[in-house]
């Protein structure tokens, strides 16, 4: 007999395939038709270069550590080790935040805390940005919420703001440095998200995965807003400022009084993450722990700096040939409005099949990103720069 299970609703109204899968799809396409061919890849958000020395060698010696009698750790505590957590505190010092260790969960990722933070809440509204992160969008689809779009586009520079809006009791994601579109809230603008969530008793989960390529006085983070921690969650990750993508390393700030009726919501998540999870390797934390130290920091920034030089190449290349874009200032990523207003899948096939150069298409974060094109400053720095040429010859 066929299975007669019947599968979650949810996954019915999920869009048939995940953005980057088509992305890969079609490359690896157009790669078996033009063997010859050098692809250059701008597309997915992976970082290139290896990890910082500080946090290998912490790593080294963890494992070291854990094969020896005395030095083995088993179960860690599920929110993750002191160590970190203060590691953590203290680095949101030095941005003027003060936090308690205890307010900070550590994670394999800020993909599964942005994922899973939403199954703390009943059927709320949510609002979320148009062009967005398709998790925050896949993940209450899955959940049958409904979605209301901030439309980001060119006259508001993708910085969606709260007017006008009429919602309470919803959850308000953001993204700030945001990705795809490299746009970042400047104190005034999450100002009033913070005063609107504050009006509206809105919940605001903000995701800071690019933190650490704000170049100019744009914050950090959502605590540095007055306000905020009545209303907000803050998401971070160590993938893109310290090459962690293949680690898994990323927190969750929840501060302690932070209620939804009389529930603190810090509860909730200790227990749904008991529940469900056994916490981040100890090694990992290791790691982390040795990125925020000052010498793992200033590895980080030189990385960080060579991604800061490829989006340098890369605006100059759109400025040039006059192509409106954000980003790349404070994120490393490049949002350009496609020449000639030709669709975003239309000018992902005329970039791969003429200069083998792959981005991605707006349209895949959503409608308002139609139009619109991704071009990551992520990879390595000859590949932008012979990308950056071959683009050179064709926009
Ligand atoms: C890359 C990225 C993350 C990081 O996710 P991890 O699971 O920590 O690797 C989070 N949010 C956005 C918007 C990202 O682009």
């Known amino acids: 007999m066929p299975l007669q299970i019947r599968i979650h609703e949810g996954y019915r109204t999920l869009p048939g395939e995940y953005l980057f899968s088509e992305v890969g799809r079609r490359v690896r396409e157009y790669r078996m038709g033009h063997p010859e061919k050098r692809v250059i890849s701008l597309g997915i958000g992976d970082v290139t270069l290896p990890l910082p020395a500080a946090a290998a060698e912490a790593m080294a010696c963890a494992a070291r550590e854990m094969a020896a009698q005395d030095g083995f750790h088993g179960y860690g505590p599920e929110a993750g080790y002191p160590f970190l ?86 959850l308000i994601v ?54 905020a921690r009545d209303c907000a969650i803050e998401v971070g990750s160590f993938s893109k400022m310290a090459g962690f993508t293949g680690v898994r390393c990323g927190f969750t700030i929840i501060p302690a009084g932070l209620c939804a009726g009389n529930v603190p919501l810090h509860r909730l998540w200790e227990r749904r993450q008991a529940t469900k999870c056994n916490g981040v390797s100890y090694i990992t934390q290791r790691g982390a722990e040795a990125v925020l130290s000052p010498r793992g920091v200033a590895e980080c920034r030189a990385n960080i700096r060579v991604y800061q030089e490829n989006a340098r190449v890369l605006a100059a290349l759109l400025t040039r040939k006059g192509i409106r874009y954000t980003g790349g200032e404070n994120a490393p990523y490049l949002f350009l409005q496609t020449p000639g207003g030709e669709d975003s899948w239309a000018f992902f096939e005329r970039l791969l099949t003429q200069a083998q150069v792959v981005g991605t298409p707006g349209s895949g974060f959503g409608p308002a990103g139609e139009g619109w094109f991704r071009l990551s400053a992520l990879g390595r720095r000859d590949d932008t720069c012979a990308a950056a040429e071959r683009l050179e010859e064709i926009l």
């Open 174 to 227: 953001l993204c700030s440095p945001g990705n795809p579109t490299g746009a970042v809230y400047d104190q005034g603008g999450l100002q009033k998200w913070v005063d609107f969530a504050r009006q509206s008793g809105s919940l605001l989960l903000v995701d800071v995965a690019y933190e650490a390529f704000i170049t100019g006085d744009a914050p950090h983070s959502v605590f540095e807003i007055p306000g």
């Open 85 to 170: 957590r203060e590691a953590i505190a203290r680095y949101y010092a030095t941005r003027g935040v003060t936090l308690s260790p205890t307010e900070i969960y550590v994670s394999d990722g800020a993909k599964s805390d942005l994922s899973n933070l939403p199954e703390l809440l009943g059927d709320v509204p949510v609002l979320l940005p148009d062009p967005t992160y398709p998790v925050y969008r896949d993940v209450n689809l899955l959940s049958g919420r409904r979605i209301h779009l901030l439309q980001g586009n060119g006259e508001n520079g993708f910085l969606p703001g709260p007017e006008g809006l009429t919602e309470t009791g919803a």
